[in-house]
């Protein structure tokens, strides 16, 4: 017997998420997120069903299907969330990067990571990355998009520093936020107590090194 479930999944659907216009949609659309967010982090992305996030959101699987045609467009409302929230989270990096000390700024580079993986959409997201055919792709999208905001921030605070210079500048600071990254959340990471705040202070150190001529020119020009 097939259950309503499988007649939506085998019937011709529209191919498109809608977005509600009232306030009640927006937040039965956000319950479902949620609930996505949940399933596909404790099950990955493979494994989550259309029917249990309806089940778990408390949404009826027809209007489930109302909102998300297939589990793909769940899938990438949820890659499109977390891409909203990593920006405003660099944008406030880069406007506090302007009159932040380079080690102010090293500290806010290297929790960027951090702290977006402490999120739990953030972890959704990465289990979801990794069971579609799209991963790798949208995972290089963040990357570069990454590299960018790194750069705007160093530009931020040491305008006086050139693109090239920039750009390499960026690459070792995103080297070190990955391995900061892994030093707090892989277990099976080369570590060692302390060699997270180790780290710290090498890039600390590096990053002041690299931008306070910056300063010290500034203070000669004042004077």
Do not use: C
């Not at 949620?34 to 027809?62: C, F, N, P, W």
């Not at 960026?170 to 080369?190: C, E, K, S």
């Amino acid at each position: 017997m097939t259950t309503g479930a499988e007649k939506r999944e085998g019937e011709a659907m529209p191919k498109a998420a809608i977005t509600p216009q009232r306030s009640n949609g927006r937040a039965r659309v956000a319950l479902i997120l949620q609930a996505a967010a949940d399933v596909i982090h404790e099950r990955g992305y493979e494994s989550a069903t259309m029917s249990e996030i309806a089940l778990r959101s408390g949404t009826k699987i027809g209007s489930l299907y109302r909102f998300f045609p297939t589990k793909e467009l769940v899938g990438d409302a949820l890659i499109e969330d977390y891409a909203q929230s990593s920006e405003v989270q660099w944008q406030a990096i880069i406007a506090a990067a302007s009159s932040a000390t380079p080690e102010r700024l090293a500290d806010l580079l290297l929790d960027a990571y951090i702290d977006a993986r402490r999120k739990h959409s953030a972890r959704a997201v990465l289990a979801l990355l990794e069971g579609r055919a799209d991963g790798s792709r949208r995972r290089e999208e963040f990357r570069h998009r990454n590299l960018e905001r790194i750069g705007e921030a160093l530009n931020a605070n040491a305008p006086h520093l050139r693109a090239p210079t920039l750009r390499k500048m960026a690459v070792v600071m995103l080297y070190h936020m990955r391995a900061i990254m892994a030093m707090t959340f892989d277990p099976n990471a080369p570590n060692a107590p302390g060699a997270p705040e180790e780290l710290r202070i090498s890039v600390r150190s590096w990053l002041a090194a690299r931008l306070l001529p910056h300063y010290a020119n500034l203070k000669r020009k004042e004077t």
